[in-house]
């Protein structure tokens, strides 16, 4: 398994592996061409070295997971800097292989060598084993999380 920054060339699979859910079918706007809005924003992620959208490979370098790596600076804890952890994606042909735990492994050394102090997730509460996962892992419920849609 390969662990690499996302390029132009690895949109279309990141898409598809992001509408590739019950939650994501809903609302991700998979088709090829993809619609420009996707485009712009890898660029605009491409650009800000707070953002590292990643893909992960396999042995024969195809695309078989996604995540987004997002550093936000902070002035409390000292000036700290907290890791969010979004949008991560195994292809369903690679679950149940222990990849998921790999790359979460992959992110929280990630997230130590850019010195954040912590990294947190938001999770939907429609998808229970990903909360159980993410509960084995050792991540901990310890705020309740509000969003306001427009």
Known sequence: MNFRE???NDLAPIVALLADDKLGSQRE???EPLPA???IAFEQIRADPNQELIVVEDNHGEVIGTLQLSFIQYLTYQ???RAQIEAVRIRKDHRGQGLGQQVFEWAIERAKSRKAHLLQLTTD???PDAIRFYEDLGFKASHI???MHF
């Open 6 to 8: 996302a390029t132009k």
């Open 29 to 31: 706007n998979y088709k």
């Open 37 to 39: 809005e996707y485009q």
């Open 79 to 81: 000036g700290g800097i």
């Open 125 to 127: 509460k429609q998808r």
């Open 145 to 147: 999380g509000m969003k």
